[in-house]
């Protein structure tokens, strides 16, 4: 001991602390079996919180994000909206044809007796009810509505034939069907409020 052997004190080296080898990461095993595996996604769906979903479970999700399942109400508002935007396509296809584009340069390149009919219309029956109790004042609204209805029939027809000689110079063979209804139509309703809209001016060439 040092306490009896004073000349052998300070010859004694310091003693190395070894550090401890480090260990190796555990490499993944091969063959691992189901239920390693089934533990592994466990342990994985402690640590995120949440269970890891299978492939099928994930085919499944993704198909119901393509294609979800709709309750009856929402079919029902799915084929309303699918049925207003087919008619509107058809409307579009149809109002693009030439000869109704013609026809509706036609109208709206011209002054017409007919767009004011609704306005006339109102005034009379407004002074045919105010004046009621005068014979004479209903007598005289009546035949001005007479007149006014007379006076339609013979501008639109007017209109109609001239239309039928310039389409068939400038478009011949079109199909007439509908024609003369979308005609009175378009003559009956205020510029304004005609649609589609006029992309002409009146007395512009078209």
């Given at each position: 001991?040092?306490?009896?052997?004073?000349y052998?004190?300070?010859?004694?080296?310091?003693?190395?602390?070894?550090?401890?080898?480090?260990?190796?990461?555990?490499?993944?095993?091969?063959?691992?079996?189901?239920?390693?595996?089934?533990?592994?996604?466990?342990?994985?769906?402690?640590?995120?919180?949440r269970?890891?979903?299978?492939?099928?479970?994930?085919?499944?999700?993704?198909?119901?994000?393509?294609?979800?399942?709709?309750?009856?109400?929402q079919?029902?508002?799915?084929?309303?909206?699918?049925?207003?935007?087919?008619?509107?396509?058809?409307?579009?296809?149809?109002?693009?044809?030439?000869?109704?584009?013609?026809?509706?340069?036609?109208?709206?390149?011209?002054?017409?007796?007919?767009?004011?009919?609704?306005?006339?219309?109102?005034?009379?029956?407004?002074?045919?009810?105010?004046?009621?109790q005068?014979?004479?004042?209903?007598?005289?609204?009546?035949?001005?509505?007479?007149?006014?209805?007379?006076?339609?029939?013979?501008?639109?027809?007017?209109?109609?034939?001239?239309?039928?000689?310039?389409?068939?110079?400038?478009?011949?063979?079109?199909?007439?069907r509908?024609?003369?209804?979308?005609?009175?139509?378009?003559?009956?309703?205020?510029?304004?409020?005609?649609?589609?809209?006029?992309?002409i001016?009146?007395?512009?060439s078209?």
């Open positions: 001991m040092g306490l009896f052997r004073p052998e004190q300070g010859k004694h080296e310091p003693i190395k602390q070894k550090s401890a080898p480090a260990v190796p990461a555990a490499a993944p095993r091969a063959g691992t079996t189901a239920a390693q595996d089934a533990e592994t996604a466990r342990d994985l769906a402690a640590k995120k919180g269970p890891t979903p299978s492939r099928a479970e994930a085919q499944a999700a993704r198909m119901e994000r393509l294609h979800p399942t709709l309750t009856p109400k079919q029902r508002a799915q084929a309303r909206i699918a049925d207003r935007l087919e008619r509107q396509h058809r409307w579009d296809t149809m109002e693009a044809a030439p000869e109704r584009t013609l026809l509706r340069d036609f109208v709206d390149s011209r002054w017409t007796f007919t767009e004011f009919i609704i306005p006339l219309a109102i005034v009379d029956m407004a002074v045919s009810i105010g004046a009621a005068w014979p004479a004042v209903s007598l005289t609204t009546s035949l001005v509505m007479t007149a006014i209805f007379v006076g339609m029939v013979v501008n639109i027809g007017w209109m109609w034939w001239r239309f039928k000689s310039e389409l068939r110079t400038r478009i011949p063979g079109a199909r007439k509908g024609l003369l209804m979308e005609l009175m139509n378009r003559m009956i309703t205020i510029r304004r409020f005609r649609r589609p809209g006029p992309r001016n009146r007395g512009d078209y």
